[in-house]
């Protein structure tokens, strides 16, 4: 990043505006191996910088893909412009937003680069053990991944920050056959926030999770598509968090709420189970580091964590400094940008659904006739809260008894009514970390969330 000091820019804010300027820098790097063979060898890094100014209700944005001091001036010019030029002509007649108080933040880590090399041996060693471990299996995939976002954020008014996102996965997937010939997958994740030397010291670190992951593999290769229905089930941490994030949480972020989300008429309403609450959490839940830590956005408003459902009322959305005004609520940070050319827009950062006090065991036990699912490999949901998620893992629940494997499936349902039914909730949270949201700009996001038992539609075959 340029040693051009963005402090020193403020000086040529617009008076009477709301001004933010952003430097920033993404790198991606991706190995990928199929059966052995390199299929994929990425390398990548953006960087530029961007301002943003609001003025009478309208923002104007400009963003150059240069980290100098002269592209510093020329889009804050360049911002201005496009602010006074949009308030002349669909000005809303709104002055400045609410000042937030002064404050500096450095959250920022030295991120060491790791040679490509490094990805690629890495990879190989990961292949060749589970090629000689497991050799019945149809095919193999092994992707080392590791991107991290650097930001560097100056404003006319709140906090100004510098910060980074590392985060580095191994992403597993094996493949097996069912005695009548047909191709069964699994897939897991390693990894987590941080950069790839600190996170994966020896290809060794990986061996347990393939282990586990052949075992389960193997069972579900012997396994049997669940029957089509309206059951009892109990998902697992990893669907709690997707439903969290999916089916409730985008209905929650305040600019799909103005949208006209299915939250739009439920504030201070019942929308789940006395048991439900659920927070999009800033840096820390339960004592411990979250994730994907935020705190600061891209709009200087320090992180702090947004109460969205509580013992089953929904009692807030997610927000930008804009959106917040709007409803009378209290920004939380939720402003984010994935690369230097965006715009910030209200985002989720690490959305979960609060632990409760029932044991997994019991959950299990409870069950007459039901599924546990437990992996899925895709969901989409709409602003309706209407959802339908991929299943790729789980087993029957048969008398209070795990039974055999499960084939993939299908479950849907409408997120407020579905939570509705949960009548327990495990004790234990599960986070995923691993993915991007894909709300019009890829985002890293964290999810999370305990067991739930509950009532949902399974597709069945």
């Known amino acids: 990043m340029t040693d051009c000091l963005l402090t020193e820019k403020k000086a040529l804010f617009s008076d009477g505006a709301n001004t933010e300027l952003r430097l920033q820098r993404n790198r991606n790097r991706r190995v990928s191996f199929l059966n052995g063979n390199p299929v994929g060898n990425v390398r990548t890094e953006t960087k530029g910088v961007s301002a943003r100014v609001y003025a009478d209700g309208v923002y104007g944005f400009a963003s150059m893909a240069e980290d100098s001091c002269e592209a510093v001036e020329s889009v804050l010019r360049a911002a201005s412009e496009n602010a006074a030029f949009l308030s002349r002509h669909a000005g809303r007649g709104k002055g400045m937003l609410p000042p937030l108080a002064p404050g500096k933040l450095d959250t920022a880590l030295a991120l060491n680069d ?75 994740v390693v990894g987590g926030f941080g950069t790839f030397d600190v996170n994966f010291k020896s290809p060794a670190d990986c061996f347990p999770t393939v282990d586990k992951l052949y075992r389960r593999l193997r069972e579900k290769c012997e396994g049997v598509y669940p029957e089509a229905g309206e059951k009892t089930v109990i998902l697992g941490g990893i669907l709690s968090g997707m439903l969290a994030h999916e089916a409730v949480g985008h209905t929650v972020e305040a600019d799909l709420v103005l949208a006209g989300s299915v939250a739009a008429h439920s504030l201070g309403k019942r929308v789940a189970s006395e048991k439900i609450t659920m927070v999009d959490f800033a840096h820390t839940a339960l004592g411990e580091r979250v994730p994907l830590p935020i705190y600061s956005d891209d709009e200087g408003t320090p992180a702090t964590d947004a109460m969205l459902i509580q013992e089953g009322i929904l009692t807030g959305y997610m927000n930008s400094r804009e959106t917040a005004e709007h409803f009378g609520m209290t920004p939380t940070g939720n402003a984010r940008a994935f690369l230097f050319s965006d715009e910030p827009l209200i985002r989720m950062r690490n959305t979960a659904i609060l632990p409760g006090s029932d044991k997994l065991e019991e959950m299990i036990a409870s069950v007459e006739d039901g599924y546990y699912f437990l992996d899925t490999n895709n969901g989409q949901a709409d602003t309706t809260g209407e959802f339908m998620f991929g299943v790729t893992g789980g087993y029957e629940i048969k008398k209070g008894k795990l039974g055999r494997a499960i084939l993939d499936t299908t479950i849907s349902g409408v997120a407020f009514e579905m939570l509705k039914t949960v009548d327990m909730v495990s004790d234990r949270m599960v986070w995923a970390s691993s993915g991007m949201c894909g709300k019009k700009q890829p985002m890293p996001v964290g999810m999370g969330g305990p067991a739930l038992r509950c009532r949902v539609t399974v597709g069945g075959r």
Do not use: M, W
């Open 114 to 188: 790791v040679e490509q090399r490094r990805y690629i041996e890495y990879a190989k060693e990961v292949d060749e053990y589970i090629k000689k471990t497991y050799p019945d299996l149809l095919s193999r995939s092994v992707v080392l991944s590791a991107d991290s976002i650097e930001k560097q954020i100056v404003v006319s008014n709140g906090t100004d920050s510098c910060s980074s996102l590392p985060r580095s996965y191994v992403y597993l997937f094996l493949t097996g056959e069912t005695k009548d010939g047909r191709p069964v997958e699994l897939f897991d």
